[in-house]
């Protein structure tokens, strides 16, 4: 089977193109310009397709001769809402054009818990759920109409993850460098909960989607390692026995302070002309809870996810400390 997988030289993508090219699946990965291929040039059976989601022939030509689709390809910070939209939501519209009609086994959109929002009670959200609470997740959401709108001609699936980690995963990474350095990340009351999928994992379930037999075409489901949700403060006590070390700063940052950092952050973003991570928006989001079943997805992919989170932190760990990047 011949795949094309979008964002292949980013994390999760990179995760994806890797699994196919161990099974032995012929890999396309359309790669921008600036783009890090090395880990890519490690891989057999891959072909660097030069081209992004928003350069409509570009597209078109990536798309012809191959069986399946993953469209893992996305920003997850832009300079303003409507580079949200334009690379989410303009990019995933022309994979989907290009790709309707083609008679292809299937369309795989790597969408976000973001898209459908927080739950309010810490329980697992529904897939109907539509409240996005950040530009991102409502560009995200707006990519799903988007697959959703061509279901009935493209054999399609969207999977929501929760938040994924795993090696060459360079956010989480930064919790682990604060507390190496002595300081615990916590904010508020550290009560927040999420749910967590292991990048192997999450990649596994990518190609599940592709090859299951699948009730109907268009459904979305969620990802996750099947643990139930953790806590912030529990989350950050995970990484601390996988370092060996406790943080010499305990005290957790105050909303309040919190917020005001993440303004500055953002003012300075502006001033730039740069994207950055932290945002209000999304340290208002960290402050929420974002739970969500994968129970749907086991059953109808015929998918197991196989690192929990406590194996899965010290995996991580240990895939940072033996390349150097901590």
């Not at 109907?128 to 997740?137: I, K």
């Not at 489901?221 to 995970?238: Q, S």
């Not at 998918?303 to 240990?318: I, N």
Request: aromatic content about 6%.
């Amino acid at each position: 089977m011949k795949v094309l997988v979008t964002g292949a030289s980013g994390f999760l993508g990179g995760h994806v193109a890797e699994l196919l090219s161990q099974r032995g699946h012929r890999v396309r990965a359309l790669v921008r310009k600036t783009s890090d291929r090395k880990h890519l040039g490690t891989l057999a059976n891959v072909e660097l397709f030069e081209g992004s989601v928003e350069e409509v022939e570009r597209v078109r030509e990536a798309v012809d001769g191959v069986d399946a689709v993953v469209h893992a390809a996305g920003l997850v910070k832009a300079r303003d809402p409507d580079e949200f939209f334009t690379v989410n939501v303009g990019g995933t519209s022309n994979l989907v054009q290009a790709a309707r009609g083609r008679g292809l086994k299937r369309f795989v959109f790597v969408s976000s818990l973001e898209a459908c929002g927080p739950s309010a009670d810490g329980r697992p959200v529904a897939a109907d759920q539509e409240n996005p609470v950040t530009a991102y997740g409502r560009s995200k959401l707006a990519a799903e109409k988007v697959v959703q709108s061509a279901a009935h001609e493209l054999a399609s699936v969207i999977l929501r993850p929760g938040a994924i980690y795993g090696p060459r995963d360079g956010e989480i990474l930064e919790a682990f460098k604060a507390i190496q350095r002595g300081l615990l990340p916590l904010v508020g009351d550290g009560e927040a909960k999420g749910t967590w999928i292991y990048a192997t994992d999450c990649a596994e379930a990518c190609l599940r989607a592709v090859e299951a037999d699948l009730p109907a075409s268009g459904r979305t489901y969620f990802v996750d390692d099947g643990c139930g949700p953790l806590t912030l403060r529990d989350m950050l006590a995970d990484a601390e026995r996988a370092l060996g070390r406790k943080a010499l700063v305990r005290a957790s940052l105050p909303v309040p302070v919190f917020m005001t950092v993440a303004r500055g952050i953002e003012v300075f973003g502006r001033l730039a002309n740069r994207p950055v991570m932290l945002t209000r928006e999304k340290a208002a989001m960290l402050l929420m809870h974002w739970v969500c079943s994968s129970e749907d997805t086991r059953r109808d992919l015929g998918w197991e996810p196989k690192v929990t989170w406590h194996e899965g932190v010290e995996r991580a760990v240990r895939w940072y400390r033996d390349n150097r990047w901590l």
